[in-house]
Nanobody, 118 residues
Framework: VQLQASGGGLVQAGDSLRLSCAETGRTYSSSVKGWFRQPPGKEREFVAA????????YYADSVKGRFTISRSGAENTVYLQMSGLRSEDTGVYYCAQDVRYPMNPKYWGQGTLVTVSS
């Protein structure tokens, strides 16, 4: 499993940004894919997840109503649409894959930096 994350950048508070995570191999319907983030000086934390087969989604309380996770089977890609960005959303965002939720991923992407200026 190889996960390639992209889409990070520098934005202003209130802006939107979409992250993408493409998998080079096959994604099975039993997979759970998700996003985690690591704010500067803090531990990595869960952001959102989606069950590949059913599309059921899960969110951290801090991003509910602002972030949306989705998937494209044709592109074998999971997306994280982020709106109403805040300075506390700043961090390195990682995509990950597991077979269960809550996730304890074995496979991680390389991370993409999101910086929100206030």
């Amino acid at each position: 499993v190889q996960l390639q994350a992209s889409g990070g950048g520098l934005v202003q508070a209130g802006d939107s940004l979409r992250l993408s995570c493409a998998e080079t191999g096959r994604t099975y319907s039993s997979s759970v894919k998700g996003w985690f983030r690591q704010p500067p000086g803090k531990e990595r934390e869960f952001v959102a997840a989606i069950r590949w087969g059913t599309g059921r989604t899960y969110y951290a309380d801090s991003v509910k109503g602002r972030f949306t996770i989705s998937r494209s089977g044709a592109e074998n890609t999971v997306y994280l649409q982020m709106s109403g960005l805040r300075s506390e959303d700043t961090g390195v965002y990682y995509c990950a894959q597991d077979v269960r939720y809550p996730m304890n991923p074995k496979y991680w992407g390389q991370g993409t930096l999101v910086t929100v200026s206030s």
